[in-house]
């Protein structure tokens, strides 16, 4: 198993390019399965989850075309399997995101059931609520959903009981080919939502209200074939922000967009960094000061987002003075900080919060990555500790972070990857 060394202690310093966004590529190449005609996707992300999620298309039978800027031609007309199967749904979640699809298209979907996960139990119940609504037949049997439908789907009116990206994704693909119009009410509203419907907009669905929390969809019969580009990832992007700030150091990131990042630029504000912003850059300079502590609570978008908090939480390690992180939207998701205490922080759990005293060092350690934001935030606490930084289990990084050993070499830091 591959592992990452750090060497802690220099000072980011450069420019890079933020890659297209795993969670808008992901529910994007499945919607690909509800066009007549093929699709092409362009900047996608060089990740695990990208490739898991097309292997899991051509186990279909869709026909896919890869060309070597990772644009991906979909031609899902060939398709002759209607299932997901254990082995790559237990590798990726995600992968929940086909049932829509396929059940809205072809009338059937047989989907292994994601089971719990480091970050906690993650059920699916409102994906499966909600296409029952739109009238599918749902049954779980052996570890597998199996949904149904004679004919379309129908248009439904869904209160979702709590926002959920994913929930909010599978319904609004179905809804796009269902008979008649869907509102889903109390729809998640992130960016990567956002940018599903645009392609679904591009494929000729009727979508109006995504970026707010009612999204209605009057069904079309048919989707035909577009080109659309992904947009820039926001978590790598804020990844690499903190991993700036964090060293006291500075980065210029090509290809972000700040609309989408909002509450955490405010955060990196208040632990001292400068930011400048543009349409599509954002740079930041803490010009060689340590942070100030900052607190944040996770929230649904446009809160502050889960995905940022375990970096968020490496930053306040070596901060100034004390903070609090609060998870509020998966249980159990405060794990890594066990391993930074390893690396001479002063975290303590209590409840959903993480209270951390800001410590004016850490030291390198070997530790071990649980999931895919937490090996982050190890990678940014190995950026600042004194000495040398073993990560463990870097495939959870790889799920979601493209090149990273090579992209913080070019801003400066000693990083490389070990090959077992
Ligand atoms: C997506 C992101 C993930 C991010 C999360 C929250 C992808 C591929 N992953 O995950 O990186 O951390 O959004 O921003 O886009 N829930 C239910 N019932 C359901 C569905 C969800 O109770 O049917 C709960 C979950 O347990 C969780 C909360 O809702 O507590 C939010 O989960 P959700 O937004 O669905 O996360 P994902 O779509 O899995």
Redesign the pocket.
């Known amino acids: 198993m591959d592992k990452l060394l750090i060497k802690g202690g220099n000072r980011l310093d450069g420019e890079l390019r933020i890659s297209g966004a ?2 808008a590529a ?2 994007i190449l499945a919607a690909t399965l509800l066009a007549d005609e093929p699709i092409t996707i362009g900047n996608l992300p060089h990740l695990h989850d990208i490739t898991t999620m097309i292997e899991l298309l051509g186990c279909m039978g869709v026909d896919l075309t890869i060309d070597e800027k990772m644009s991906v031609e979909v031609d899902s007309s060939t398709i002759s399997e209607f299932e997901a199967p254990y082995e790559l749904v237990k590798t990726m ?2 992968s929940i995101l086909v049932l829509g699809p396929l059940v809205a298209r072809y009338g059937r979907a047989r989907v292994s059931f994601p089971g719990g996960c480091a970050i ?8 499966l609520r909600g296409l029952e609504a739109m009238g599918a037949t749902v049954t779980v049997d052996g570890g597998y959903i199996n949904a149904s439908v004679d004919g379309r789907l129908r248009g439904a009116h869904i209160v979702m009981e ?6 909010t994704e599978n319904l609004l693909m179905a809804a796009a080919v269902a008979d008649g119009r869907t509102v889903i009410e109390n729809a ?1 509203r ?1 960016p ?1 939502v956002v940018d599903l419907a645009e392609c679904l907009i591009a494929m000729g669905a009727k979508i109006s209200g995504h970026g707010s929390d009612r999204l209605v969809i009057d069904g079309v019969e048919r989707l035909q074939g577009c080109r659309y580009d992904v947009m820039p990832d926001r978590i790598e992007a804020g990844t690499y922000l903190v991993a700036a700030a964090a060293t006291g150091g500075r980065v210029h990131l090509r290809e972000a967009r700040p609309e989408h990042l909002e509450v955490v630029l405010q955060k990196l504000e208040a632990a001292g960094a400068r930011i400048d912003c543009g349409e599509d850059y954002i740079a930041l300079d803490m010009e060689g000061r340590r942070p100030q502590a900052v607190s944040v609570r996770t929230a ?1 978008y446009p809160g502050f ?3 940022m908090q375990a970096q968020f939480t490496a930053m306040n390690a070596i901060a100034e003075g004390t903070s609090t992180v609060t998870e509020t ?3 159990n998701r405060l794990i890594q900080t066990h391993e930074m205490n390893r690396m001479g922080a002063d975290i303590t759990i209590e409840g959903n919060t993480a209270i951390i005293v800001g410590q004016p060092e850490l030291a390198g350690a070997p530790v071990m990555a649980t999931d895919l934001r937490a090996s982050a935030s190890l990678v940014i606490a190995g950026l600042v500790a004194r000495g040398e930084t073993l990560i463990d289990r870097i495939y959870h990084i790889d799920r979601g972070y493209e090149c990273i050993e090579e992209k913080l070499q070019a801003l400066g830091a000693d990083i490389r990857r070990l090959a077992d």
């Open positions: 795993k969670n992901l529910p979640r995600a906690g139990s993650r059920p699916v119940d409102l994906h709590t926002v959920t990206v994913g929930g998640a992130e990567e649904p987002p889960t995905d939207v998966f249980e």
